[in-house]
């Protein structure tokens, strides 16, 4: 449990969605499988975003 306290906030949901991305895909869910795969794009790319900030002032 300590391993997913301390993980990144976006990276937790990513694996959540992942994992209820694997489960729904298996049920034939067609719907939830699009809006997890969506939520996923969308927080990868917040995810990147944050990752690419660079402080205030600092360049290179």
Do not use: W, Y
């Amino acid at each position: 449990m300590k391993f997913f306290e301390n993980m990144d906030p976006i990276e937790r949901e990513i694996m959540i969605l992942k994992a209820v991305l694997g489960s729904v895909s298996l049920e034939g869910m067609k719907r939830a499988a699009e809006e997890c795969e969506s939520e996923i794009a969308k927080l990868e790319a917040k995810r990147h975003f944050k990752s690419t900030l660079k402080p205030k002032g600092q360049t290179g």
